[in-house]
């Protein structure tokens, strides 16, 4: 059964340190979308991605968050520089235009400790 | 943001018995509601949907009922399984302009089924 993977499945990395979260999205799936969870909070929305660009964003993700989607394959996600409140598992999920509905999946996440 | 709510952090039931998950949501434009499972160190797993246009959705032993006029839904699981024990997620949606659906995510339940 296809699924979204992610890499690293753990980051650790020093504040002000640039980190690529690297996502395998499902290969015949349109969307692609990033959400964290921040311990103990709910799952919060960070971007959507269709077509090769930005579809919607939240003001979480603001001048030093930016996704890519280099070669066909891959989705990433990049912090230029990074603060301790970025600490978070972050998720990458896709999902295939099915008309107006369609569910999304989820990779097993990154979990991202900013020291 | 309190626009998905579920208002119980846990919930225990006996093997072979009914365990109903509770969601409550505010915005009265979310017309697609999704219900995910996740258990420790994974990403959420698609479980069940429903539109907004139906108030039953049913996949074999997993229903889904949606009261759009008290902006209520709720999972019911029959019967409960011990390795249906992991934390449950509701999360709504409404199309935005660029066609792609942000899900808004409630806090979660988690769920002990216990043998």
């Known amino acids: 059964e296809p699924e979204v993977t992610q890499t690293p499945s753990h980051q650790v990395t020093q504040m002000g340190q640039e980190v690529i979260l690297r996502c395998v999205p499902i290969s015949n799936h349109l969307y692609f979308y990033w959400y964290r969870q921040i311990l103990g909070q709910k799952v919060e929305f960070l971007v959507s991605f269709y077509n090769n660009e930005i579809s919607e964003k939240s003001e979480i993700f603001d001048d030093q968050f930016s996704v890519e989607r280099p070669d066909g394959s891959n989705f990433t996600l990049k912090i230029r520089s990074t603060k301790l409140e970025d600490s978070a598992m972050y998720f990458c999920?896709?999902?295939?235009?099915?008309?107006?509905?369609?569910?999304?999946?989820f990779g097993p996440g990154t979990r991202l400790t900013v020291l | 943001d309190q626009q998905v709510k579920q208002n119980s952090p846990s919930l225990s039931v006996q093997e072979g018995r009914i365990s109903i998950l509770n969601c409550d949501y505010t915005n009265s434009m979310f017309d697609y509601f999704l219900w995910y499972k996740k258990y420790p160190a994974e990403g959420p797993t698609f479980l069940i949907s429903?539109?907004?246009i139906k108030d039953k959705n049913e996949d074999g032993r997993f229903t889904v009922f949606l009261n759009k006029s008290a902006k209520h839904l709720s999972l019911h699981i029959v019967p409960s399984q011990p390795g249906d024990s992991a934390v449950y997620f509701c999360a709504a949606s409404r199309q935005n302009a660029g066609n792609n659906r942000k899900l808004i995510w409630g806090l979660g339940t988690s769920l002990a089924v216990n043998p």
């Open positions: 999920a896709s999902s295939e235009w099915t008309g107006d509905y369609n569910e999304q999946f």
């Open positions: 429903i539109s907004s």
